[in-house]
C-alpha cells in the first residue's frame, strides 16, 4: 500500500505562486502520477499529470503555461509548481498516483489519492 502526502496548500494573492509537493510513502513504479482538484460544488478536474517513464507532461488548457509538474529522480515525489495564481485556481489539489496512462479521468482510475491540500487565490 502506498500513502500519498500533499503539502504546500496555503491562501495567497492572485498573481503568486505556489509550489505544491506530493510524497509517496515508499518507492514504487506509478505509470502516471498528476494533480486534480475539486472546488466546493464544482466537478473534479485533472490539472496536470506526468508519465513516470520519460516524464511526458499533460496540462489542463486552464492552466497551461502557468502550472509545471514535475517529479525528482527516485520518483517518490510529484512537484506542482503553480504561477500567475487565479481566484479561479481556488479548490483542494489532490495528488492521485498508479493509474495506467495520464488521459482523460487519469484521476479517477488512480490506485492511490491523497487527502488533499487547500490553495486559495484572493483577488
Known amino acids: 500500500q502506498v500513502q500519498l502526502a500533499e503539502s504546500g496548500g496555503v491562501s495567497v494573492q492572485a498573481g503568486g505562486s505556489l509550489r505544491l509537493s506530493c510524497v509517496a510513502s515508499?518507492?514504487?513504479?506509478?505509470?502516471?502520477m498528476g494533480w486534480f482538484r475539486q472546488a466546493p460544488g464544482k466537478e473534479r478536474e485533472g490539472v496536470a499529470s506526468?508519465?513516470?517513464?520519460?516524464?511526458?507532461?499533460l496540462y489542463a488548457d486552464s492552466v497551461k503555461g502557468r502550472f509545471t509538474i514535475s517529479q525528482d529522480n527516485d520518483k517518490k515525489v510529484v512537484y506542482l509548481q503553480m504561477n500567475s495564481l487565479k481566484p479561479e485556481d481556488t479548490a483542494t489539489y489532490y495528488c492521485?498516483?498508479?493509474?495506467?496512462?495520464?488521459?482523460?479521468?487519469?484521476?479517477?482510475?488512480?490506485?492511490?489519492w491523497g487527502q488533499g491540500t487547500q490553495v486559495t487565490v484572493s483577488s
Open positions: 492521485a498516483a498508479d493509474s495506467l496512462d495520464c488521459t482523460g479521468n487519469w484521476y479517477d482510475k488512480a490506485t492511490y
Open positions: 515508499k518507492y514504487a513504479r506509478h505509470n502516471c
Open positions: 506526468i508519465y513516470s517513464v520519460g516524464g511526458t507532461a
